[in-house]
């Protein structure tokens, strides 16, 4: 190479380094126009590629793999996800849409953690754990929990977004992937039949509110029919948000996808189904008030109002 051309292209090196750190100290808002070069561990990436998503429910995957992103970005990050950085950074997609979603940035991380928290626990004490993520969507759960090795972990959610992630993050030994509803039986049976001395611990993350209460009803009972001795969690909207044009959650302010279902206390879960046993309901303000600014800290003072907008829960499979 010519000595003047290799001069210029190490001082465009130094500039786009310098360029990169800068913007590496702050929030994720350079992803929307940082080339695409180099991912968080300054190893070559795709370039990247735009999806088209068959269903506006489908598309939601990436609101919190956004979030997740944008929370790994932060110095004092509740949680660490680089392969969510990675993988934001190889979709085409207008992310900004979601930058003013303060409540859900911080929403999607804590339910992110707390599901991962209750993985964890559940690997600790069982001899068989078996790992099923309904609705999966781009989650990298896998990855971020470190016990993964004890474990047998499932991704569960509609083929194109099996497809998606064939494409952007092919299974690793002990992760396997499910095409299908969450609604059928054929997997809950599939899955039955292959791990018959396996205890199941089935999470179904940012999902639910989409589905008529009839319907989560139904998927309730399909899941206690099959996996007795295990556990199933899984978050829910409240009943100030379920069917309501006008109070969604904000990251889905102007977007196609409603809320279709919600509730408010976690018993009532046991009188659907019997079967279920609550082991725990949460409020998401509970965790790092700090970070859910004045009016989220002053909202988690009045735990039943909490309750009319989101709940974590967790329940045991008698």
Same mark, same amino acid.
């Given at each position: ?202 999470? &179904?993350?940012?999902? *639910? ?9 139904? /998927?309730?009972? #399909? !899941?206690?029919?099959? @996996? ?50 609550? &082991?725990?309901?949460? *409020? ?9 600014? /004045?009016?989220? #800290? !002053?909202?988690?003072? @009045? ?16």
């Amino acid at each position: 190479m010519d000595p003047g051309r290799k001069c210029e292209e190490q001082q465009k090196e130094r500039i786009y380094q310098s360029i990169s750190s800068l913007f590496f100290l702050n929030e994720f808002e350079y992803c929307s126009f940082l080339p695409d070069r180099i991912n968080s561990n300054n190893s070559p990436i795709k370039m990247k590629k735009k999806y088209e998503f068959k269903s506006v429910v489908a598309e939601t995957l990436l609101i919190p793999l956004y979030m997740r992103a944008k929370e790994s970005r932060r110095k004092d990050a509740i949680l660490r996800d680089r392969q969510a950085e990675q993988l934001v950074e190889s979709i085409e997609y207008d992310y900004s849409k979601f930058d003013s979603a303060k409540l859900s940035a911080i929403g999607c991380v804590v339910r992110g953690l707390y599901f991962d928290n209750a993985i964890r626990r559940f690997i600790a004490t069982r001899r068989n754990p078996i790992v099923v993520n309904v609705g999966c969507g781009l989650d990298t759960r896998y990855q971020r929990i470190e016990e993964h090795d004890k474990a047998i972990f499932y991704e569960m959610d509609l083929p194109e977004v099996i497809d998606l992630r064939h494409d952007l993050l092919p299974a690793p030994e002990g992760d396997h992937y499910i095409a299908g509803s969450l609604l059928e039986t054929q997997w809950m049976d599939d899955l039955r039949k292959k791990h018959p001395e396996g205890e199941f611990i089935i999470v &179904i993350e940012g999902v *639910l509110m989409y589905f008529y209460e009839k319907q989560v009803r139904q /998927l309730l009972t #399909r !899941l206690a029919d099959r @996996f007795s001795g295990g556990e199933v969690w899984f978050d829910v909207c409240g009943p100030m948000m379920a069917n309501s044009k006008y109070i969604k959650p904000d990251s889905l302010r102007g977007h196609e996808a409603q809320i279709r279902s919600g509730l408010k206390d976690g018993h009532e879960v046991e009188n659907w189904e019997p079967r279920l046993q609550l &082991i725990d309901q949460a *409020l998401y303000q509970r965790f790092f008030p700090k970070r859910w600014g /004045l009016g989220g #800290r !002053l909202m988690g003072l @009045f735990p039943g109002i909490c309750r009319k907008f989101s709940s974590l829960l967790g329940y045991k499979i008698k």
